[in-house]
Nanobody
Framework: QVQLVESGGGSVQAGGSLRLSCAASGLRYSSYSLGWFRQAPGKEREGVATISSTGDSTYYADSVKGRFTISRDDVKNTLFLQMNNLKSEDTAMYYC????????????????????WGQGTQVTVSS
């Protein structure tokens, strides 16, 4: 049984930092491209960052480029998202997703619809 569990969310003031983690189990981790997505109240879910199965390719939404960094630890089967210089518009529920590496380029965000998903962790940024 595949399980993805996010952690690290919380409340922070604008300009602050948080580091999200997503621990995976029940899948061959190295065969999966991974991603972070977020959904704010009243808005559609959006892709934040994705990383290839080898870790050598990454994608970032324009809104987070230069502030967020995605990384993976295939020994610990854990995905990370380092978020710096947080803004109020980053407030959302953050989800991690794991998708087979064979389902296309990592910036094809629609391909994550059929991915495995975690339950989410809330990030709240106050200005």
């Amino acid at each position: 049984q595949v399980q993805l569990v996010e952690s690290g969310g919380g409340s922070v003031q604008a300009g602050g930092s948080l580091r999200l983690s997503c621990a995976a189990s029940g899948l061959r981790y190295s065969s999966y491209s991974l991603g972070w997505f977020r959904q704010a109240p009243g808005k559609e879910r959006e892709g934040v960052a994705t990383i290839s199965s080898t870790g050598d390719s990454t994608y970032y939404a324009d809104s987070v480029k230069g502030r967020f960094t995605i990384s993976r630890d295939d020994v610990k089967n854990t995905l990370f998202l380092q978020m710096n210089n947080l803004k109020s518009e980053d407030t959302a529920m953050y989800y991690c997703a794991a998708r087979s590496k064979w389902e296309g380029p990592i910036d094809d965000l629609a391909s994550y619809e059929s991915a495995y998903w975690g339950q989410g962790t809330q990030v709240t940024v106050s200005s």
